[in-house]
């Protein structure tokens, strides 16, 4: 495993050099240290990366954005649903 400070080390041994290291901080656990291994060997860091959510789109709004496609299909998609979003505000 890749280890705490200047070697490698089991990850029971991170977890008792950690809770030395730090006694402040919150303890971890050896399903903490092998989730965080797991990722950095998955991805090469250990920094949060943030979710990829879809945006959930009704289909009035789909249906408004197809007509606007339509009548002028040169605009990006973008734009043209930036404009939409724009017109509700103004109509309200």
Same mark, same amino acid.
Request: glycine share 4%; net charge positive; charged share 35%.
């Given at each position: 495993? %890749?280890?705490?400070?200047? =070697?490698?080390? !089991?990850?029971?041994? /991170? ?16 399903? !903490? *240290?092998s989730? %965080?291994?797991?990722?950095? =060997? ?6 949060k ?7 959930? /789109?009704?289909?009035?709004?789909k ?10 299909? %040169? !605009? ?7 404009? *939409?979003? !724009? ?6």
């Amino acid at each position: 495993m %890749i280890g705490y400070g200047d =070697r490698e080390r !089991t990850q029971c041994e /991170v977890v008792r050099l950690f809770r030395e290291t730090h006694p402040n901080l919150p303890p971890l656990n050896q399903g !903490t *240290i092998s989730k %965080i291994e797991a990722q950095y =060997r998955e991805m090469g860091h250990v920094r949060k990366v943030p979710s990829k959510r879809q945006a959930v /789109v009704d289909d009035d709004k789909k249906l408004n954005l197809l007509l606007a496609l339509e009548e002028n299909p %040169i !605009t990006p998609a973008r734009q043209l649903a930036r404009d *939409i979003k !724009t017109q509700k505000k103004l109509r309200l």
